[in-house]
T-cell receptor, first 108, second 116 residues
Framework: GESVGLHLPTLSVQEGDNSIINCAYS??????FIWYKQESGKGPQFIIDIRSNMDKRQGQRVTVLLNKTVKHLSLQIAATQPGDSAVYFC???????FGTGTSLTVIP | DSGVTQTPKHLITATGQRVTLRCSPRSGDLSVYWYQQSLDQGLQFLIQYYNGEERAKGNILERFSAQQFPDLHSELNLSSLELGDSALYFC???????????????FGPGTRLTVL
């Protein structure tokens, strides 16, 4: 069946370094993806989205890259801060499939 | 604060019981989505309503049902509860139906259900 999945369940980075969270999807017809951040005890929060007619989209300190050839997307967080510690989900926006999440821990 | 509210925040009940979870979408949002998040699992899409009508169905059990009322709030009813139903239940809302229009969903804080 269709799915999205993150490559690593956990990721630890030093404060100030860049973080890269990767995600793979299976449905080649998927054309809309979203990244969410979920802090402990809270609901997922929208970070950034990308449509399949784009390869890259930038937000504030975040960049999403989409590689349709290998069905892969990534979330890059620049100058990671302690407040970035959370679980990050990639989601396929058409059928509401969410990955299991990558838990990002920022080491001060 | 996303503007989506959910009540109650916590709910503890016994197996075989029935509970109702409530969600109020953001002002102006017509679409409501329900998700289940079990321990160590991702979000599982259950069901979507748009302006009172069921719009999409995901992995929702027959023991579960939902509805969206004229004032656009939604309720998720869980019956014949089992231990495995213990999870976080999230509601999200968006302005548009969210299928063709690629609409952003805003999530509520969730209801933590514990079935003993």
């Amino acid at each position: 069946g269709e799915s999205v999945g993150l490559h690593l369940p956990t990721l630890s980075v030093q404060e100030g370094d860049n973080s890269i969270i990767n995600c793979a999807y299976s449905n080649s017809a998927s054309d809309y993806f979203i990244w969410y951040k979920q802090e402990s005890g809270k609901g997922p929060q929208f970070i950034i989205d990308i449509r399949s007619n784009m390869d890259k989209r930038q937000g504030q300190r975040v960049t999403v890259l989409l590689n349709k050839t290998v069905k892969h997307l990534s979330l890059q967080i620049a100058a990671t801060q302690p407040g970035d510690s959370a679980v990050y989900f990639c989601a396929e926006g058409n059928q509401f499939y969410f990955g299991t999440g990558t838990s990002l821990t920022v080491i001060p | 604060d996303s503007g989506v509210t959910q009540t109650p925040k916590h709910l503890i009940t016994a197996t075989g019981q029935r509970v109702t979870l409530r969600c109020s979408p953001r002002s102006g949002d017509l679409s409501v989505y329900w998700y289940q998040q079990s321990l160590d699992q991702g979000l599982q899409f259950l069901i979507q309503y748009y302006n009172g009508e069921e719009r999409a169905k995901g992995n929702i059990l027959e023991r579960f049902s939902a509805q969206q009322f004229p004032d656009l709030h939604s309720e998720l009813n869980l019956s014949s509860l089992e231990l495995g139903d213990s999870a976080l239940y999230f509601c999200a809302s968006s302005v548009q139906p969210g299928l063709a229009e690629k609409d952003t969903q805003y999530f509520g804080p969730g209801t933590r259900l514990t079935v003993l």
